[in-house]
């Protein structure tokens, strides 16, 4: 990797306060409001022919996600907000130094927010910065408008990039702090978890053909409104946009669920990971062929969920090559016939039971 | 199936309260005792060198499990209590007449029950009848002895049958109910839903080689006590004994968990069906393509849930001869390359995102 | 109470299933429509300008509650479902043999409701019994109609009367059991649970003047649900619609909270007693000094829930007068000044701590 | 309070990361530990003769929670963890400058912390700062140690002070912001919430004779937690340490349940508050007179929370003298014969429902 490192700017980083919003494109508006707004209960802000501006229950920003008409279903920002107006300065100097695309519009990109710099950053993806942003009502106390699934807060985003050690780097440089990963015996890194607030992750890096967006993720307060999302679901008919969960996380120990939208963009709903703010807050690495890592009960990760994401946009609107990852796949080493999974450490190829062969040895079957 | 036929005895049949506690052969009688009391929380009754006498926590009989040593792991007999000691002398006329080997005992077949009566019913199942039991003490009010996963209540057995409509007829007989069933437009009946108390079942049958048991289910009271089971399983690396779930069933209705013990025999964690006491209540037929009947969120059933379950024992205590099931199996006709799963009526076989292609697909993959 | 004692009927009871509804006069039914419909998400079967008919989620019976605007707030009839329609004979004659008004419509007395019979029982109660009624769809399964607060079943009622145990005697007559009841060394009775469904009650007997309705309760699947519902009150700034709770009761285990409609008709929502259908069942009786048998927490009862309930009507649709209680009264003998509660039973008069004395001490501070 | 302003220093204030433990003086050691331990669940770090180290299931630092044997009971000191091991030289100029007491111990002064600082702050607080600490496992994944009640993270302080307004201005002085206060419109300021990690608070300072500790509080993940140790402290007949909910705060958000110890030390255990890390965080400002502002369901705060709190420790263990407020009290504001609470802004004195008159109106009683 040296040839390919990302060098650590001179100028200090901004100061990064939390992934704020992202900025989506869909290419059938009414059938994406529908998902958002009348499944999931995501909260208009404002919606026009073009798009419609989401926020969870507990936001007093004008936004955690705009649905955007387009011709290509793609991630066109991912949006953090810094701690001061003048974080903007130190965003234009960090990406400049790294030789970046970088655009700033006193008026913003996004109807409610003000003065914004947007760059493409040295993995590709678009990186949104502000500060000025439209207050709105926090409807955290308004549970007449609270749904059984009601979302409360963007959690975070996740970027499938092909080099995870080199995003990495680049990410401290920016000012996150990994909080846990992915690795094996052999050095290799599948996966990253780096926050700016002190929860698991503001983003993560999946290893994997990139940039492309991974999912993008909201919090719910208790995991039976994870269900009941799941249980609306299945009323509607609509069971098919379950990919992967319910479940309970190895890493961040969060309960999840991952849906596809009607573009086949990512969302996770997720609750009850726990405080990293400390500095020294311990690091934990699981080992990629321990199969509680991504599922704590050891249920099998479905093949679309580590092969499948959306593009991401240039600072154009036009798709962002994608590179393919070197590395070996994550799904390569533990699914499938050369794959291998452990419930416990001690376990050897054999141990699965019959109940999980079929899973875990998906070349074996049939 | 008209040669097959059981016939309808003159004799009434007893009038059985609920489905009460399941004997059950395990091999190992320290590592299911582990399992189903350190991991699963049962309360011990009584125990001994060769036996393990079980209840959950709103229980007030001596018990609803009994782990019994023994050489081959198999369920030895699947008790009901009858309304009144004299439903014990209808128990004995109408198996008799039926042409079943019947042994009745005084002194009951288990510790803590007194007066009973053992068959082998005509679809070879170890069937118990018993009224006389030894109370003891209700447990509901201990929530100092709680644990995340509480078990308050033994809710129903699962058996597989060869011929569902011929066991279902026999159950009718003998006082049992229909609440819900899976059928297909050719008149294949896969599976029946049974009950004598008001919830969904007391016992099932599932389309089978059998006689065999599939499962035995314990309720909780909300999902996240069965989601705690799952997260314990994971703490104590013990994630392999989760075999499917948790999920929402469509039949029943009820929030569900299934685990395999250490010989096998699979425990189901249940909650929240609905009542069905009136003699009218609804009986709702499921489409066996209806790939929400089984899982509402369109979940897979994992091929070991339809092929692997226990044996059953005659009175002797020998295995019963299993028979093969001749109509379709309900594994085959929705997934696998010649199935056919579909999450609206109007779908057809191309309607499945990528994501659920491999779950479903399972032929095709690869 | 000799010279009062209702006589055993020689006529057999009817078989009665469960409580099945309620038939209620409120004074503005849109207030009512309101509270019961857009609060708590009951749902609407069929409404008309004089009368809402609404039912619980996992109902397929016509209505568990009617909504008939009238001039004064009432309870006009206890409706339960018997097993067959051949019971209301049944009815008929056990209730002449008493000496009731009896009242049969081979129409019904509310819409959806075919051949039934109203009385005025022994104790002044209008009780209806109805086997014919409308089948509608059982909304189990429609999670997209579900609110946070969902109700899903009619649990009980709950009825003031002077005399509990000459009450309970008439209800053992008609065929109930007691699950439950509150007495004191003394032998006074305070109140008594009774049930034909196998739960804690279908009715409970509640001492004090009457005849009059306590309250209604209906049942969600768990107590988060219940929990939404205050959290959605307050929201609306209804939060004085809350008289007591949430809590969890002593005697039937149960999680509760007591709400006042519109016309201070009492409701109560419900969630998880226990199996009480063994014919065998134990009776758990409470001393009426335990601090922990109607609020398993030491909470204490608000006087009002003591002392407040609805009139009831007779057949032509007057109320009925009210005889007072002459026994000593629960809330006299547990909360102000020569009443006591203990939360151990060891414990004299002086344990309270001192958050507690101001809450069961009233008489201290008159 | 111009007079008795407490000066900003010229030296700048400590980065403090978050509240982190407090060191708390009981008189009876085991009395105490079964409190805390057998009962709430948290989890023995050390412990010897004189003390208990304490923390909760998702904590990675030495403890959250010291239980020290002492003559008298009180809090001994509220513990910071701060960003950096120099920022405690900051906190020695920032409380120097103050013309505090100040001293620090480079080994601590609990096990398991090492180089800290302590000072007698100007309200008369012991507080303690210090970086640090000795890592210890952090549980967040061995469910098989929690129990239906987990405590996993200790969330806030809460402080008794006369003077609020002098109070916040110091706390802000040291880095804290407010988040939520209560006022009336004659611009007394009750109390008020302050922050440094993003939460509602880190401590907060209630209107009252001070300085006494109010509460320390422990966070659960989901409400059915919080349900779980009142229960278990019905099971255990201690529902006498339940001294107020648990309820729905409307400052915060968050649901609530204060318990007492065995000495009278109040613990709040607290669940879902909001994000409140923007530097624009909307502080949110309660009418006093608002029923809903402490408990959203408009349940009464009970007497003794209001009037009753724990010592404070000087620097060499002695109680300190208490100051008593002389601006009104919330208590006397809000309830008894001269105090009004309203539901709806609108509401005049006479709106309270019968079944809440009793609750608010005690003055009516006396």
């Not at 306060?17 to 290419?27: E, K, P």
């Not at 100097?93 to 109807?111: D, I, K, M, N, W």
């Not at 993995?123 to 609270?146: C, K, M, N, Q, T």
Request: glycine content about 6%.
């Amino acid at each position: 990797m040296p040839e390919n490192l990302i060098p650590t700017p001179a100028a200090p980083p901004p100061d990064i306060v939390r992934c704020a919003y992202l900025d989506l494109v869909v290419t059938d508006l009414a059938a994406s409001r529908d998902f958002y707004v009348d499944v999931l209960g995501l909260v208009v802000t404002h919606e026009d022919d073009d798009a419609v501006y989401l926020r969870s229950l507990e936001e007093f920003i004008h936004h955690n996600l705009v649905l955007r008409r387009g011709p290509v279903a793609a991630a066109a920002a991912f949006a953090y907000r810094v701690r001061a107006p003048e974080e903007l300065d130190r965003v234009v100097a960090f990406y400049r130094e790294l030789g970046c695309r970088v655009e700033r519009r006193a008026e913003g990109f996004t109807r409610g927010v003000g003065d914004s710099v947007r760059v493409t950053d040295p993995l590709g993806f678009p990186y949104e910065f502000f500060y000025e942003v439209e207050h709105v009502e926090r409807l955290a106390w308004r549970y007449d408008l609270h749904t059984p699934g009601a979302l409360v807060r963007l959690d975070h985003f996740n970027q499938v990039t092909p080099d995870v050690p080199r995003a990495v780097r680049y990410m401290e440089d920016l000012g996150f702090r990994v909080t846990e990963d992915i690795q094996d015996a052999e050095g290799t890194t599948y996966a990253a978890w780096m926050r700016r607030k002190p929860t698991v992750h503001d983003t993560a890096m999946t290893g994997g053909d990139g940039p492309r967006l991974h999912h993008v993720a909201f919090a719910t307060h208790e995991k039976h409104n994870i269900i009941a999302i799941c249980d609306k679901l299945g009323a509607l008919r609509q069971s098919d946009r379950i990919e992967r969960g319910p479940g309970r996380h190895g890493v961040s120990n969060a309960f999840y669920l991952y849906l596809r939208d009607p573009d086949g963009h990512r969302v996770e709903i997720y609750t009850q990971d726990y405080w990293t703010g400390d500095p020294d807050n311990p690091v934990v690495t699981w080992d990629v062929h321990d199969n509680q890592r991504r599922d704590w009960w050891g249920n099998p990760v479905v093949p679309s969920w580590y092969t499948e994401a959306s593009p991401v946009l240039d600072l154009d609107g036009n798709p962002q090559p994608v590179v393919a990852r070197t590395d070996t796949s994550e799904m390569a080493v533990t699914i499938g016939a050369d794959g291998f999974s452990y419930t416990r450490p001690e376990d050897d190829e054999d141990a699965l039971p019959s109940w999980k062969q079929g899973e875990y040895k998906l070349g074996h079957q049939l």
